[in-house]
């Protein structure tokens, strides 16, 4: 009989196949140094707030293309971060810290945004070629001349202008 030779290389064959679809470990240094710069705001933030350790979600950076012109743009995003010993390091009612980072055309990287946000949503990409990538920002009541609760949505085109949302 097969069989009992076929259960042991099915198992492996199982293994091998989980391991190859796990998610590689999220490492700062496969950014540009102005993301790891960014970054590096959740290590000092949670040093500050007397946490311990600093565990970076595998999304916390968005790699893509925001502005249009076919290069890298990034999206940090620390909802997902945590920080030991402080659960709210990031985060709170307004939402989550969130940077927005482009590359300009001499390939130096510049922060447009860094705000709190409660969600986001990447809009469909525009027709026309090389227009901006839309973001639809859900953010605290109060940037619509609310209150914390509905919440306030904003859209922005993504240029290499920076922005920020403020009250009235």
């Known amino acids: 009989m097969r069989i009992p030779y076929l259960i042991p290389l099915l198992l492996v064959s199982a293994v091998s196949r989980a391991m190859a679809e796990e998610p590689r470990a999220f490492n700062p240094a496969d950014y540009p140094t102005e993301v790891q710069a960014a970054l590096r705001y959740a290590n000092e933030e949670c040093t500050a707030e007397g946490g311990g350790a600093v565990t970076f979600a595998p999304d916390t950076v968005r790699k893509l293309d925001l502005t249009g012109d076919g290069r890298d743009d990034y999206i940090v995003d620390f909802r997902d971060t945590r920080c030991e010993g402080r659960e709210a ?7 989550c810290v ?36 839309v973001v639809r920002f859900e953010l605290h009541g109060g940037y619509c001349g609310g209150h914390g609760s509905p919440s306030c949505f904003k859209e922005k085109g993504i240029t290499a202008t920076p922005f920020a949302f403020k009250m009235p």
């Open 89 to 95: 390091a990031y985060c709170g009612t307004g939402g």
């Open 98 to 133: 969130m940077d927005i980072l482009v590359t300009l055309p001499d390939g130096r990287v510049r922060g447009v945004f860094d705000g709190y946000v409660r969600n986001y949503e990447l809009r469909p990409m525009a027709i026309k070629r090389g227009a901006p990538r």
